[in-house]
């Protein structure tokens, strides 16, 4: 039954992400990604700094892609188990230490260690940015899930 008023125009949500976030999600994966092979161009020097082999310094990128990897597996499951917020905080603050290691290693080992464990934490960091982009945005969230 029309009663033949006219309701309140309500604003429709949008049909999809924005260019603007969509442009922040392609910036934010891909310089997540590229961050695992930016040592490649300073292995010589590195090779050089630490008295490291020609030949035994491409540890270096192989170490920072497992430890992405081992990220992959053991850290983004955590995103299921932990609140948000306080694995942001945490995720954070332990890349912070591994990056103050990565720049104060005076040794082989250390630089290897803190490489690794930088990179096993930067995989989170690739899903909790798309993922709180979505929390904020729930109607275009469902909008795009909906079948």
């Known amino acids: 039954m029309h009663d033949g008023t006219i309701a309140a125009a309500k604003p429709e949500p949008s049909d999809g992400l ?3 976030t969509t442009l922040i999600f392609a910036i934010a ?5 590229a961050n ?3 040592a490649q161009p300073l292995l010589h020097s590195l090779a050089r700094d630490f008295g490291m082999s020609p030949s035994s310094v491409g540890v270096v990128v192989t170490l ?5 990897g081992l990220g992959l597996v053991f850290v ?3 995103g299921d188990l932990i609140a948000p917020r306080r694995l942001i905080l945490t995720q954070g603050a332990l890349s912070i ?3 103050v290691g990565v720049a104060t290693a005076t040794t082989e080992a250390i630089l290897l260690v803190s490489l690794a ?12 940015l798309p993922s709180l982009l979505a929390w904020q945005h729930r109607p275009t969230e469902a909008k795009l899930l909906a079948p």
């Open 36 to 38: 695992i092979y930016y």
């Open 64 to 68: 920072t892609q497992v430890g992405y």
């Open 97 to 99: 230490l591994a990056l």
């Open 76 to 78: 983004v499951p955590l």
């Open 29 to 33: 994966a891909g310089l997540s990604v």
């Open 117 to 128: 464990a930088w990179a096993s934490w930067l995989s989170w960091c690739r899903y909790w």
């Open 18 to 20: 924005t260019k603007i």
